[in-house]
């Protein structure tokens, strides 16, 4: 269970980032920022709750 969780957040992040790359190329800087900052709160939240 513990690798199917990190499987989805791992996915879960590569989507996201791609979102706030696509956002950076449409001159939209704050949104991808306010997505790169979901993106780290993503990356360390989980470690908190399953680890």
Do not use: E, H, N
Request: aromatic share 18%; net charge positive; with cysteine.
């Amino acid at each position: 269970m513990k690798i199917l969780s990190i499987v989805v957040l791992f996915v879960i992040i590569l989507y996201s980032l791609g979102f706030g790359i696509t956002l950076w190329k449409d001159k939209q800087r704050l949104g991808a920022i306010a997505v790169f900052f979901l993106c780290l709160a993503i990356v360390v939240l989980p470690f908190f709750s399953i680890f």
